[in-house]
């Protein structure tokens, strides 16, 4: 009999919450291993990478050029690469904020099973939009469930 490959998750998490694993990662330690293991495969795209390598270079977090690298280093390879449309077409639902619609895009572009924030625009959308939007608590027993498959 062969054994099974835990299910994988696929998921677009956004910014904020790449950085609070990365930077501030104590909290978020589970998250870092889940996508190190594959147990959640991230979802990027060439805007939410140009995104988060503008965000790991402000001067607040005093990051230096090979820290930030090291921290791309912990994230990018573990990700799955979607190419966006040029012209993306309307979403299914209107977002408040419209920086964020990026996420949501690749959310539905990338078969994505879950959208992560803790942004309230998105929040917003949870149970409307065809993604589920949840927080990143909410992932946690999602993984625990998909490992035990």
């Not at 929040?123 to 998909?146: C, D």
Request: proline letters at 6%; charged letters at 20%; a negative charge.
């Amino acid at each position: 009999m062969v054994a099974q490959a835990a299910a994988r998750l696929r998921a677009v998490f956004d910014t904020n919450i790449v950085i609070s694993a990365l930077v501030f990662g104590k909290g978020l330690a589970w998250l870092r291993a889940s996508w190190a293991n594959a147990t959640v495969t991230p979802l990027l795209c060439r805007e939410t990478v140009f995104e988060l390598v503008d965000v790991l270079a402000y001067a607040k977090f005093k990051l230096t050029a090979a820290r930030r690298d090291e921290l791309l280093q912990d994230y990018l390879p573990y990700g799955e690469v979607v190419t966006l449309p040029e012209t993306r077409p309307p979403l299914p639902v209107a977002c408040r904020d419209l920086d964020d619609e990026l996420f949501l895009h690749l959310a539905i572009h990338g078969r994505a099973d879950v959208l992560v924030t803790g942004d309230a625009d998105l929040l917003a959308l949870a149970g409307v939009f065809p993604v589920p939007i949840i927080l990143v608590a909410a992932l946690r027993p999602m993984l625990s469930a998909a490992s035990r498959l």
